[in-house]
């Protein structure tokens, strides 16, 4: 997209697959250093970091639960140690509960709650201790879920809902500081995710059904959003929900 911001540094949750890969790697593609999180799988995670340094910027492997804020210290000491400080935040790392509202325990619900949006505010809180040259910029992953009601998503939807009222609350409090804090809602996207769904196939059919712009949405499509977000073009966007979908959401 010829965006450059050479030499930032930036951490990418859940960047190891799917979308948080694309992510990381447009990153490094505008001469970004990326601190690549993941929790259960490191092998696809060590990818991600070859393909990164393959582009000449750093890649920095830390294993961690989003939702663990032990584990969120401790991966924000290993960024203050290997790199000093930090002027990226993508929190992208998301999981939970796929199943109707009758059969949903307040366990699935807090689970999923914990991952999906409680996670941005420790994330949120370390990343602005760390020094930075310039500005600071996060950028939350969500889902059309947030404001739509989906088969089987009414966990998923009400963590992206919360995600995108707590990204306005720390936008509006962190931006005398020099923070920006936005969101990208993307609509359908073919990854691993996707395979947890009951009814993917489905999901898929109808979404490229009813996308104006013909195609369902990629990993690429919601990176393009997340680096826009992260350089000076996007200055004054502050607080705000991108929805990449393809014009899916727009149609009644
Ligand atoms: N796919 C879609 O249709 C779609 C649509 C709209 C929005 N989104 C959003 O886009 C983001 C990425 O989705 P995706 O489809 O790319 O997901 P994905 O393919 O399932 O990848 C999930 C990533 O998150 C990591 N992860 C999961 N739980 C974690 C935890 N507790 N702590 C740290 N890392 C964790 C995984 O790492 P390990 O494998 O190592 O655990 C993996 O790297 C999510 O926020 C999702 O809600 C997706």
């Known amino acids: 997209m010829g965006f450059r911001l050479p030499g930032k540094r930036a951490l990418v949750t859940g960047a190891s697959r799917g979308i948080g890969r694309a992510i990381a790697v447009s990153l490094a593609d505008a001469g970004v250093n990326v601190a690549i999180n993941f929790f259960r799988h490191r092998g696809p995670a060590e990818e991600v970091a070859r393909d990164i340094e393959a582009r000449g910027t750093r890649a920095l492997l830390l294993r961690g639960n989003v939702a663990d804020e032990e584990h969120v210290e401790r991966m924000f000491e290993e960024i203050k140690e290997q790199w000093g400080g930090l002027e990226i935040l993508v929190s992208n790392a998301a999981s939970g509960v796929l199943k109707p509202v009758s059969h949903l325990t307040l366990h699935h619900f807090h689970w999923t709650m914990d991952i999906n949006a409680a996670a941005l505010l420790p994330l949120v809180q370390r990343f602005i201790l760390l020094p930075s040259e310039g500005q600071k910029c996060a950028v939350a992953v969500s889902s059309l879920g947030a404001t739509r009601a989906i088969p089987n998503y009414a966990a998923v939807g009400a963590s992206k809902a919360a995600l995108e009222s707590l990204v306005r609350h720390l936008a509006a409090e962190l931006g005398p500081c020099g923070v920006r804090v936005n969101a990208v809602s993307a609509g359908t996207v073919d990854t691993d995710a996707l395979k947890h769904f009951p009814n993917r196939d489905?999901?898929?059919?109808?979404?490229?059904?009813?996308?104006?712009?013909?195609?369902?949405?990629?990993?690429?499509?919601?990176?393009?959003?997340?680096?826009?977000?992260?350089?000076?073009?996007?200055?004054?966007?502050?607080?705000?929900?991108?929805?990449?979908d393809g014009g899916y959401s727009i149609l009644a």
């Open 202 to 244: 489905e999901l898929l059919g109808e979404a490229l059904k009813r996308t104006p712009a013909g195609r369902l949405v990629t990993p690429d499509d919601v990176a393009n959003a997340v680096l826009f977000l992260c350089t000076d073009m996007a200055a004054m966007i502050q607080g705000h929900t991108l929805v990449v």
